[in-house]
């Protein structure tokens, strides 16, 4: 088993300092974003992500379990993300492990679990049944078949990156296509969409933050990436800025630019799966616009990304 001590301890590390600096006055919090405060009980928020996610996504659902001992088995296939609290869980067919946040728990039709102490659980009803290989608990800090592999959101060196279900064998072990997981620490990602034709929906579920943490976003998808088209005016508006915190589920629909800034260590969730060439970086276009305007603007982007297209 893998030992999560080395990565918590440098996420404590960071967590007393300021990786990047606070964003420009200029960017304001976003009022199109759906974020649900599950670690607040905010009923509320889920239920708008909810009613947007299904609509959007047929044959899916998602469900939050607060503080609970038992869930009962339904029809349909379903996967439990652990969110808070830890122990031992048992299912109806006599399988049982150990769990804690991170992990995710297949629960096949008609099966009920029940732990031995109380947990919170982010659970999505899917589609498709998952192939046999498919661990049921699939724990990303103790399976030696998953290991750190920088990319996406976390490129740089030493970065924290499981990837708990994939849509390709050459990047992760257990191979789904009706949804992607990866548990990431956030630091600096390139700033990017997914298409809405041929793209996915993101969550991020969080599950730990340094201060300040936040994801900086737009809805004007169209415009950014054609910097000649964006007047003056609207530079100011062009990206947005909201604070993360501990038991946020942000729900990101296709098309909507995002990028995690500021350490947060989150679970992405992604549906369907991460369809390879869906992720188009804009820090190429968000360059172009600032040295349109010049010095006096400055919207942030990711340096590294920002040499060239780039899509993965």
């Known amino acids: 088993m893998k030992s999560v001590i080395t990565f918590l301890s440098v996420f404590v590390v960071l967590s007393s300092m300021k990786l990047l600096s606070d964003p420009p006055a200029t960017l304001k919090e ?3 974003l759906r974020v649900a405060h599950l670690g607040q009980g905010d009923t509320e928020g889920l239920a708008s992500i909810r ?20 869930i009962e088995g339904e029809d349909s296939q379903r996967l439990a993300f652990v969110q808070q609290g830890g122990g031992t869980a048992e299912l109806a067919d006599g399988t049982s492990s150990k ?3 991170g992990d995710i728990i297949h629960l096949a039709p008609q099966q009920t679990m029940v732990t031995d102490s109380l947990i919170d659980y982010l659970v999505f009803t899917v589609p498709d049944p998952l192939p046999e290989a498919t661990p049921t608990f699939i724990r990303p800090d103790w399976d030696e078949n998953i290991t750190d592999t920088p990319g996406g959101c976390a490129t740089e060196t030493g970065a924290y ?10 990047v992760g072990p257990y191979i789904y296509h009706a949804l992607n997981a990866h548990r990431v620490r956030i630091t600096d990602s390139f700033t990017h969409y997914h298409p809405v034709e041929g793209g996915f929906d ?8 340094q201060p300040g943490a936040r994801l900086i976003t737009s809805n004007q998808t169209d415009k950014i990436i054609n910097p000649e088209s964006v007047q003056s005016d609207e530079v100011d508006n062009l990206l ?3 604070e993360l915190q501990v038991g946020d589920l942000v729900y990101l629909p296709r098309g909507i630019i995002h990028r995690g800034v500021d350490g947060v260590l989150a679970q992405v969730i992604t549906i369907p799966g991460f369809i390879p060439g869906s ?12 040295r349109r305007f010049g010095p006096k603007i400055d919207l ?10 780039v899509i993965r």
């Open 240 to 242: 947005q800025s909201t």
């Open 51 to 70: 009613e947007a996610f299904t609509e959007r996504n047929p044959g899916y659902d998602l469900h939050f379990f607060g503080q609970t001992r038992k």
């Open 99 to 101: 769990i804690s946040v």
């Open 161 to 170: 990156r499981r990837i708990l279900l994939t849509w390709r064998e050459d």
């Open 202 to 209: 993101e969550f991020y579920l969080v599950q730990m933050v």
């Open 279 to 290: 992720e188009i970086g804009v820090d190429h276009h968000l360059r172009a616009i600032n």
């Open 300 to 309: 942030p982007l990711n340096h590294e990304a920002s040499a060239s297209a």
């Open 30 to 32: 976003a009022d199109y």
